[in-house]
């Protein structure tokens, strides 16, 4: 292990798994300031809330994290993780310091890891009318491998796969997912390499818990988006752009705006209102999208005429401002309340919620101006969050899962190559879903055979060591095989095994039969691990 | 047994596992069971709106250079120009590989095809296209299972598969399907033993998906790993290169020579959203041609006399707009081009109600219209391959009229 301090977390977590409970490292958290939740009466034990919480607000229980949040109560540690800033956070900000890529801005970017045409390039090497294998030999030595583009979206996805593991601030790392994958943009499309990691650190990490308006501004404004939904090159009808000729009106972004940003496809808007809003939004471009990348308003490309969006006249002459004033109108539609609360839903409480929750939680929204953290705690105070019918309601998604199992041992993850592989074979490359609609919100398209055999080999490699740079600490084996059996799935499944189950798992480790001499085979740690991280049980939360 | 029934068995079965008996035996005996009529039915989805008047240009229509003045394509016989088909249109170039199917008549290409009442959202237009009900967004399954469920083919783990990562919604529903990013990725996990105990606790699992999954992959999976699917080489010469695509047929190939029961295969290719910089013989939309065109090519000589009950379907869920937008690309719109290749197509034709790119012609002042639905298509080759009569319920609410195809 290179590292003594994740050594010491290592063995820690050891200790915890080993002795069934153990005292976890982490410090008690400052909480004096928080106004803790009103949760409704359920009849579920302490374990059982803190794991429901932990599997929805988290990335599953971890021994540390279920500890605390039986020591604090839900109701209190909700209300402390819906104010990040007063984590503390500093290990896993450590470990994020060997990224350089995650501080830079994309200017900075595009000249620390450039393509490697342009490197060769520099370097007075010409590859015209080579081969790919003739340009391959011409680059080793003069090209150094991490700082390639690709360099930009190993960090990022590395950094999105520790913070989930190990970082404290849960809850931030569960909504980053969510609104990255609502306001979803590929890193495959061009210039959004090397965008799309200050798009998640500028546009939706800094307004998770604030405004949707200001996060639906920020996304609206970052280039990474721009690109990628095309507005940057949208312009009036007829423009005549210096060195691109022509140009002209590009409805792709206003029509993704409408439909999976705001309203929801069945809002309430009509073609025309597509291409009214892509007006609007003429001149929201980009400054040199593959040098600089900020953004740049083009007031020459605007249409300057009057629109008329959702049946609001907006003024000819507005400039920039129209797009503003759309973005307004959309923020604050009641549309956008439902679509945004019924999401927010299915993330958290159940795949198909009741329309009674999403139109109570919608009203939070409308009535306090589309605050986050009102509509989110309103989502966790209501009975159909603490409902029997949302435990285990859900299947995890691939990243989910990974990281659960990853928590659910006091593991630790490099999240590096062998991670990032195996969420691709579940179905799930990180920042590269290629529609506008991100991943699906809903178990179905998760549940199918080739991801299966994908979730069951995972767990299979990680128990036996054998997924490089994420790391978990098997439990202990002492003792009768079926007492084992019993202790460590109650630490991983955090319920009772059924007795079919525990048969199956028995006679799978061998440990039924007895030996010649009289004594019973040890029970395989590994093995019993992998079986119960692709056991049915460990795909819900 | 009927899918149905079958589903409901295997469903019931999880519950008698749950009671002490053990099903894999079940899982064989059906994985064992004899492959049916043998047709099979591939379907390929080009996600992202193919620009069907740039994959087959009707550079016989005079408002076809006008509408596209900077990525029209050449006319045939001009350097880098399209490949003459009719009086009206021609086919891109490249798409060359694909000649020698038209010319022995194992391709068709419909013209103009389109869902009605269909969006230029790529989510709404593929939802659509693969639940088969436009406008009807509520419906659960997919048009491609409910044909499945009503068809009396061959039982096996790999009747119905799709070759990516997630199951598309057009193969959601009752009818048990498989999804795999390849077949090399699709084996036992912690070899046989594994499978065992797996099998076991999946059996055994109070989630209804998860249970019903895990009993259609562990059968699959002891069918892939006695067969040595994943390493069958290629026959008859066939080059497939390395592109994606090409991969995705090679395997189903490999599934279809296999003689494992394939009834229905479901693969996409991304990449067709071209709002910007399209090109015209060379460029974005070019590379993803060359890629499939290439890719189709190997499959057809790769099956041999198996190409004979095969019918390939290529669709996608919009075409764009007649005129190129601000950006030399084109936006999303309304009708496209959907190929029809195999054995039993009366090929060598466009056929479709291609009605041209006058203004006046063009839906709303802007698309190349609907002249033939993209469901008739479908429906005629389901018809064909799955031996169904009554379409009602793949397509609900749809009666198909004349024949498109013949």
Same mark, same amino acid.
């Given at each position: 292990?290179?590292?003594?301090?994740?050594?010491?977390?290592?063995?820690?977590?050891?200790?915890?798994?080993?002795?069934?409970?153990?005292?976890?490292?982490?410090?008690?958290?400052?909480?004096?300031?928080?106004?803790?939740?009103?949760?409704?009466?359920?009849?579920?034990?302490?374990?059982?809330?803190?794991?429901?919480?932990?599997?929805?607000?988290?990335?599953?229980?971890?021994?540390?994290?279920?500890?605390?949040?039986?020591?604090?109560?839900?109701?209190?540690?909700?209300?402390? /993780?819906?104010?990040?800033?007063?984590?503390?956070?500093?290990?896993?900000?450590?470990?994020?310091?060997?990224?350089?890529?995650?501080?830079?801005?994309?200017?900075?970017?595009?000249?620390?890891?450039?393509?490697?045409?342009?490197?060769?390039?520099?370097?007075?090497?010409?590859?015209?009318?080579?081969?790919?294998?003739?340009?391959?030999?011409?680059? #080793?030595?003069?090209?150094?491998?991490?700082?390639?583009?690709?360099?930009?979206?190993?960090?990022?996805?590395?950094?999105?796969?520790?913070?989930?593991?190990?970082?404290?601030?849960?809850?931030?790392?569960?909504?980053?997912?969510?609104?990255?994958?609502?306001?979803?943009?590929?890193?495959?499309?061009?210039?959004?390499?090397?965008?799309?990691?200050?798009?998640?650190?500028?546009?939706?990490?800094?307004?998770?818990?604030?405004?949707?308006?200001?996060?639906?501004?920020?996304?609206?404004?970052?280039?990474?988006?721009?690109?990628?939904?095309?507005?940057?090159?949208?312009?009036?009808?007829?423009?005549?752009?210096?060195?691109?000729?022509?140009?002209?009106?590009?409805?792709?972004?206003?029509?993704?705006?409408?439909?999976?940003?705001?309203? +929801? #496809?069945?809002?309430?808007?009509?073609?025309?209102?597509?291409?009214?809003?892509?007006?609007?939004?003429?001149?929201?471009?980009?400054?040199?999208?593959?040098?600089?990348?900020?953004?740049?308003?083009?007031?020459?490309?605007?249409?300057?005429?009057?629109?008329?969006?959702?049946?609001?006249?907006?003024?000819?002459?507005?400039?920039?401002?129209?797009?503003?004033?759309?973005?307004?109108?959309?923020?604050?539609?009641?549309?956008?309340?439902?679509?945004?609360?019924?999401?927010?839903? /299915?993330?958290?409480?159940?795949?198909?919620?009741?329309?009674?929750?999403?139109?109570?939680?919608?009203?939070?929204?409308?009535?306090?101006?589309?605050?986050?953290?009102?509509?989110?705690?309103?989502?966790?105070?209501?009975?159909?969050?603490?409902?029997?019918?949302?435990?285990?309601?859900?299947?995890?998604?691939?990243?989910?899962?990974?990281?659960?199992?990853?928590?659910?041992?006091?593991?630790?993850?490099? +999240?590096?190559?062998?991670?990032?592989?195996?969420?691709?074979?579940?179905?799930?490359?990180?920042?590269?879903?290629?529609?506008?609609?991100?991943?699906?919100?809903?178990?179905?398209?998760?549940?199918?055979?080739?991801?299966?055999?994908?979730?069951?080999?995972?767990?299979?490699?990680?128990?036996?060591?054998?997924?490089?740079?994420?790391? !978990?600490?098997?439990?202990?084996?002492?003792?009768?095989?079926?007492?084992?059996?019993?202790?460590?799935?109650?630490?991983?499944?955090?319920?009772?095994?059924?007795?079919?189950?525990?048969?199956?798992?028995?006679?799978?480790?061998?440990?039924?039969?007895?030996?010649?001499?009289?004594?019973?085979?040890? !029970?395989?740690?590994?093995?019993?691990?992998?079986?119960?991280?692709?056991?049915?049980?460990?795909?819900?939360? | 047994?009927?899918?149905?029934?079958?589903? @409901?068995?295997?469903?019931?079965?999880?519950?008698?596992?749950?009671?002490?008996?053990?099903?894999?035996?079940?899982?064989?005996?059906?994985?064992?069971?004899?492959?049916?009529?043998?047709?099979?039915?591939?379907?390929?989805?080009?996600?992202?709106?193919?620009?069907?008047?740039?994959?087959?240009?009707?550079?016989?229509?005079?408002?076809?250079?006008?509408?596209?003045?900077?990525?029209?394509?050449?006319?045939? =016989?001009?350097?880098?120009?399209?490949?003459?088909?009719?009086?009206?249109?021609?086919?891109?170039?490249?798409?060359?590989?694909?000649?020698?199917?038209?010319?022995?008549?194992?391709?068709?290409?419909?013209?103009?095809?389109?869902?009605?009442?269909?969006?230029?959202? @790529?989510?709404?237009?593929?939802?659509?296209?693969?639940?088969?009900?436009? =406008?009807?967004?509520?419906?659960?399954?997919?048009?491609?299972?409910?044909?499945?469920?009503?068809? *009396? *083919?061959?039982?096996?783990?790999?009747?119905?598969?799709?070759?990516?990562?997630?199951?598309?919604?057009? %193969?959601?529903?009752?009818?048990?399907?498989?999804?795999?990013?390849? %077949? *090399?990725?699709?084996?036992?996990?912690?070899?046989?033993?594994?499978?065992?105990?797996?099998?076991?606790?999946?059996?055994?699992?109070?989630?209804?998906?998860?249970?019903?999954?895990?009993?259609?992959?562990?059968?699959?999976?002891?069918?892939?790993?006695?067969?040595?699917?994943?390493?069958?080489?290629?026959?008859?010469?066939?080059?497939?290169?390395?592109?994606?695509?090409?991969?995705?047929?090679?395997?189903?190939?490999? %599934?279809?020579?296999?003689?494992?029961?394939?009834?229905?295969?479901?693969?996409?290719?991304?990449?067709?959203?071209? @709002?910007?910089?399209?090109?015209?013989?060379?460029?974005?939309?070019?590379?993803?041609?060359?890629?499939?065109?290439?890719?189709?090519?190997?499959?057809?000589?790769?099956?041999?006399?198996?190409?004979?009950?095969?019918?390939?379907?290529?669709?996608?869920?919009?075409?764009?707009?007649?005129?190129?937008?601000?950006?030399?690309?084109?936006? @999303?719109?309304?009708?496209?081009?959907?190929?029809?290749?195999?054995?039993?197509?009366?090929?060598?034709?466009?056929?479709?109600?291609?009605?041209?790119?006058?203004?006046?012609?063009?839906?709303?002042?802007?698309?190349?219209?609907?002249?033939?639905?993209?469901?008739?298509?479908?429906?005629?080759?389901?018809?064909?391959?799955?031996?169904?009569?009554?379409?009602?319920?793949?397509?609900?609410?749809?009666?198909?009229?004349?024949?498109?195809?013949?």
């Amino acid at each position: 292990m290179r590292d003594p301090l994740l050594a010491l977390v290592l063995l820690a977590g050891c200790a915890t798994a080993s002795s069934g409970g153990g005292t976890p490292g982490a410090v008690a958290p400052r909480t004096g300031n928080v106004d803790p939740l009103h949760l409704p009466a359920v009849s579920w034990s302490g374990e059982e809330q803190a794991v429901h919480v932990l599997n929805r607000l988290a990335y599953g229980p971890s021994p540390a994290d279920l500890q605390q949040v039986e020591q604090m109560g839900p109701a209190t540690w909700i209300a402390w /993780q819906l104010r990040p800033a007063d984590i503390e956070d500093a290990a896993v900000d450590r470990r994020l310091a060997d990224f350089p890529s995650l501080s830079m801005s994309t200017a900075e970017l595009v000249a620390a890891y450039p393509r490697a045409k342009k490197v060769a390039e520099a370097k007075g090497i010409s590859l015209a009318g080579k081969s790919p294998e003739q340009m391959r030999a011409e680059l #080793v030595g003069v090209v150094e491998p991490f700082h390639l583009p690709r360099q930009v979206g190993a960090e990022l996805v590395a950094a999105r796969l520790i913070r989930a593991a190990e970082s404290r601030r849960q809850l931030q790392e569960q909504l980053v997912d969510f609104w990255f994958n609502h306001f979803n943009v590929s890193a495959d499309k061009g210039a959004v390499r090397w965008m799309v990691s200050p798009y998640e650190r500028e546009a939706i990490r800094a307004h998770l818990f604030g405004s949707f308006r200001e996060l639906l501004g920020a996304v609206a404004h970052h280039p990474a988006m721009l690109f990628y939904l095309d507005n940057w090159a949208s312009t009036r009808e007829g423009f005549n752009a210096p060195r691109r000729g022509r140009l002209g009106l590009n409805e792709n972004y206003a029509r993704e705006l409408l439909e999976l940003h705001t309203l +929801g #496809v069945d809002g309430g808007y009509t073609q025309q209102d597509v291409r009214e809003v892509a007006r609007c939004f003429t001149g929201w471009g980009i400054r040199k999208p593959n040098e600089d990348g900020s953004f740049e308003f083009h007031p020459q490309a605007h249409d300057r005429g009057s629109k008329r969006v959702l049946g609001t006249e907006i003024a000819a002459g507005g400039g920039m401002e129209d797009g503003e004033r759309v973005l307004d109108l959309l923020a604050s539609h009641p549309s956008t309340a439902r679509f945004v609360a019924r999401k927010l839903a /299915q993330k958290f409480v159940m795949d198909s919620p009741p329309p009674a929750l999403v139109e109570r939680v919608a009203q939070v929204f409308l009535r306090t101006g589309g605050d986050l953290t009102a509509t989110y705690r309103a989502l966790f105070e209501s009975p159909e969050f603490w409902s029997d019918a949302a435990r285990a309601a859900k299947v995890k998604t691939p990243l989910e899962f990974t990281v659960s199992a990853v928590r659910a041992l006091g593991g630790t993850t490099a +999240g590096d190559v062998p991670m990032v592989q195996a969420l691709a074979r579940m179905g799930q490359p990180l920042y590269r879903a290629q529609p506008p609609t991100g991943w699906p919100e809903v178990s179905q398209p998760w549940v199918n055979p080739g991801a299966l055999v994908a979730r069951i080999d995972f767990g299979l490699r990680l128990a036996s060591g054998r997924l490089t740079g994420t790391e !978990v600490p098997l439990p202990a084996v002492d003792g009768a095989p079926d007492a084992v059996v019993d202790r460590t799935a109650r630490a991983i499944l955090h319920r009772p095994l059924g007795e079919q189950t525990r048969s199956t798992l028995l006679a799978a480790l061998g440990v039924s039969e007895v030996m010649p001499d009289g004594e019973q085979r040890r !029970v395989d740690g590994a093995k019993l691990v992998g079986l119960l991280l692709g056991a049915p049980e460990f795909q819900n939360q | 047994m009927s899918a149905f029934s079958r589903r @409901h068995f295997l469903r019931g079965a999880g519950a008698l596992a749950a009671l002490g008996s053990v099903p894999g035996f079940l899982g064989r005996a059906l994985a064992a069971s004899v492959p049916g009529s043998g047709k099979t039915l591939v379907l390929v989805f080009l996600r992202g709106g193919a620009d069907g008047l740039s994959i087959v240009p009707p550079v016989g229509d005079p408002a076809y250079r006008a509408a596209r003045p900077t990525i029209a394509l050449a006319a045939p =016989g001009k350097d880098g120009g399209a490949i003459r088909l009719d009086d009206v249109f021609a086919l891109h170039p490249a798409l060359s590989p694909l000649l020698p199917l038209w010319s022995d008549r194992t391709l068709a290409i419909v013209h103009a095809a389109g869902l009605p009442g269909a969006t230029r959202s @790529h989510f709404d237009a593929q939802d659509f296209c693969e639940s088969g009900t436009p =406008g009807l967004k509520s419906t659960a399954d997919g048009w491609l299972n409910r044909a499945v469920q009503r068809s *009396g *083919g061959p039982e096996g783990a790999f009747r119905v598969v799709a070759i990516q990562p997630t199951l598309p919604r057009m %193969l959601v529903g009752d009818a048990p399907a498989v999804a795999m990013s390849s %077949l *090399g990725q699709f084996r036992m996990p912690g070899g046989a033993a594994g499978g065992t105990a797996f099998d076991a606790l999946y059996a055994q699992a109070v989630d209804t998906a998860l249970r019903t999954t895990g009993i259609e992959t562990f059968e699959a999976l002891r069918e892939a790993g006695s067969a040595k699917l994943a390493q069958l080489p290629p026959a008859n010469g066939a080059e497939y290169g390395g592109a994606p695509i090409a991969r995705r047929l090679q395997d189903v190939a490999r %599934l279809i020579r296999s003689g494992v029961g394939l009834q229905v295969a479901a693969t996409d290719m991304g990449g067709w959203d071209t @709002h910007v910089g399209e090109g015209t013989e060379k460029g974005q939309l070019a590379s993803r041609l060359a890629e499939l065109g290439g890719a189709l090519a190997a499959f057809a000589r790769d099956l041999g006399p198996r190409w004979a009950d095969t019918r390939v379907v290529v669709m996608t869920e919009f075409g764009r707009t007649a005129r190129e937008n601000g950006n030399r690309g084109t936006d @999303h719109g309304t009708a496209s081009v959907m190929l029809v290749l195999g054995g039993g197509v009366r090929g060598g034709r466009v056929v479709g109600g291609y009605r041209g790119l006058a203004k006046s012609e063009l839906f709303e002042e802007r698309d190349l219209a609907i002249g033939t639905d993209v469901r008739s298509v479908l429906w005629e080759t389901v018809q064909a391959q799955l031996e169904l009569r009554d379409g009602s319920r793949v397509f609900p609410g749809f009666s198909p009229g004349t024949r498109v195809l013949g």
